[in-house]
């Protein structure tokens, strides 16, 4: 009899490079790994290949923050070859962890963990095979076999005992390529080397709308850094009426990126799994919002920074989330850049963190795995009043792109406007887009741009935009939903237009985005069963259960998670 447990890795990046460690680490000669890559390499990914990134894009971690591999960043840094290190102004002498590094080089880095972990895996006698250009176009699940199939390139077919979906990034397209000036994703970054001489609008102000202004600000001007290490930008003389405007429902920028005591988002004085347990339990099976704000937020700020402390102690989560947003919404978004990069340039300097920024970090990642567990209206409260706050402080801008953002608005070039929450956007069939929204002084704005590029980042994906149709059309996966406490809440919801269904049982659920998954990542059909043989960290899809993307660190808890089921009577699974 066939003894051996053939596992595919649906994807060879970040999360698959994650995922092949554990599998690595695990030391078994009874499994056999195959990896299927769309691309012609290992995990950079989409976020730190050409598909996510050119030579001026930055990470927006340090070396200290990313979560351990094979060999640590400042160790491989002195192997990387002189002219590449030339090519990325990186001095090895003066390197140090708490350095960011430009996203391509460090997608070699990534690759270069993979081949380590491969050399890893022949020595130990484990088998594996990478297969590369190799797109996953449908998987097929035959219970009564107890095997799932994967399709490549809609032909081949492979069999497997266990798949973990690994396939990170997608980005859908719906204008792009039919209408002329229409991006739906500023990716791959190279199609915005454009010389323009127009206004374009920028739909976000996040790390994605980072990404879209420094490729274009380098094609339509040059930066210079003065002696007292100021920077300023011009623009070229056949770009003279060129300007960026990024669009915001709540008219702010995210924070800067400040020093992190703890830099791999755990603290030891977070809820355990078995007192989440325990309070889910005496609590009709739901996690409270509340107490997690209390004990994973509150309580470790009391110990590190009492005196902020002593301002939040009685505030509930909205009440803080309202006194935060306060100061942002009432000073102008470029002002208060310039204050966070003086704090945070501070912070970094004296290595000290701003503590409830950091601790906001804690909270989302904290929040991210049992968020499937909390009811509706924890869930909407969740998306209506914390998400906003976490989305702004902990995007973290690098410094040196905050820079280019202080220079870009002083030279007139870049600018901000808040949209509201009504606004929307009309691809226009003579080129580009129209935005429609209310302006702060109530008057309805309709602003045509030539150039549009959307940058609100990843998002989470419908159930119905489910890549692998044969898992729709088997029941294979179910559509994500939270259950409602009160009918009351249930009914309001309803009144608001919230996506809220009623089951046979008479009970009401909220539909979020993606698919059902359990606590140890595995797909949840139709009839609510869990299925051993497919489990899936790909973010798009989980974004109902698993709200913040965190990427390394993501990739790092769900494969430690994953692991565990996996490989259930491995010493090293359970040690992890």
Not at 160 to 185: A, L, M, Q
Not at 542 to 564: H, Q, V
Request: hydrophobic share 40%.
């Amino acid at each position: 009899m066939e003894t051996t447990k053939h596992i595919a890795i649906l994807g060879g990046g970040p999360g698959g490079l994650f995922m092949f460690k554990r599998l690595v680490d695990a030391g078994r000669t009874d499994i056999a790994i195959t990896v299927f890559e769309k691309r012609n390499r290992l995990g950079a990914g989409m976020p730190y290949s050409a598909d996510g990134a050119n030579d001026e894009h930055i990470t927006n971690v340090s070396g200290n923050e990313i979560p351990l591999l094979v060999s640590p960043l400042s160790a491989w840094i002195k192997t990387v070859p002189k002219d590449t290190l030339n090519k990325f102004h990186i001095d090895p002498a003066r390197f140090n962890e708490y350095k960011v590094l430009p996203r391509l080089l460090f997608g070699q880095y990534l690759t270069a963990q993979f081949d380590m972990l491969q050399k890893q895996a022949g020595e130990r006698g484990i088998p594996f095979k990478i297969h590369y250009s190799s797109n996953v176009t449908d998987i097929i699940d035959y219970p009564g076999q107890e095997r799932v199939f994967v399709e490549i390139n809609g032909a081949e077919k492979f069999a497997f005992d266990r798949v973990i979906i690994c396939t990170g990034h997608n980005w859908p397209v719906k204008h792009e390529g039919t209408v002329p000036g229409y991006f739906d994703s500023p990716y791959p970054p190279a199609k915005l080397a454009l010389k323009l001489n127009h206004q374009v609008a920028i739909k976000g102000s996040s790390l994605t709308a980072v990404d879209a202004i420094r490729t274009l600000s380098r094609y339509n001007g040059t930066f210079s850094k003065h002696e007292n290490g100021t920077l300023s930008y011009r623009l070229l003389p056949e770009s003279p009426n060129f300007k960026m405007i990024m669009h915001t429902r709540n008219g702010m920028l995210p924070a800067v990126r400040f020093h992190l005591d703890d830099s791999h988002l755990s603290n030891d004085s977070l809820l355990t799994p078995d007192e989440l347990a325990a309070h889910r339990a005496a609590n009709n099976g739901f996690l409270s919002l509340d107490f997690v704000f209390e004990n994973d937020f509150k309580a470790p700020i009391k110990e590190k920074d009492p005196v902020f402390y002593e301002k939040i102690k009685h505030l509930r989560m909205e009440e803080f989330v309202a006194a935060m947003m306060d100061l942002r919404e009432r000073l102008d978004p470029f002002q208060l850049l310039r204050a966070e990069y003086a704090e945070a340039a501070k912070s970094i300097r004296r290595r000290e963190s701003v503590y409830w920024k950091e601790m906001l970090g804690v909270l989302s990642f904290a929040l991210n795995y049992p968020a499937k567990h909390l009811s509706a209206e924890d869930m909407l409260r969740l998306q209506h009043s914390l998400t906003p706050l976490i989305s702004i402080v902990i995007a973290y801008i690098p410094q040196s792109s905050s820079e280019e953002l202080i220079a870009l608005h002083h030279a007139g070039v870049l600018d901000l406007v808040a949209v509201g929450d009504d606004s929307r956007v009309e691809a226009e069939s003579r080129g580009g887009a129209t935005y429609r929204y209310t302006d702060e002084e109530g008057r309805a704005q309709a602003k045509y741009f030539k150039t549009y590029v959307d940058c609100v980042g990843q998002p989470h994906l419908d159930f119905d935009e489910f890549q692998f149709k044969s898992m729709l059309s088997k029941k294979t996966v179910s559509p994500a939903r939270l259950k409602f406490r009160s009918t009351d809440e249930a009914l309001k919801a309803v009144a608001a237009s919230k996506d809220v269904l009623r089951d046979q049982h008479g009970d009401y659920y909220l539909r979020v985005s993606g698919i059902t998954i359990n606590d140890n990542f595995q797909v949840i059909d139709d009839y609510g069963a869990f299925n051993n043989r497919i489990y899936i960290m790909a973010v798009p899809y989980i974004g109902g259960y698993n709200p913040d993307y965190s990427g390394l660190d993501f990739s790092e808890a769900a494969s430690a998670t994953i692991i565990k089921t996996l490989l259930p009577n491995d010493e090293h699974a359970i040690l992890s």
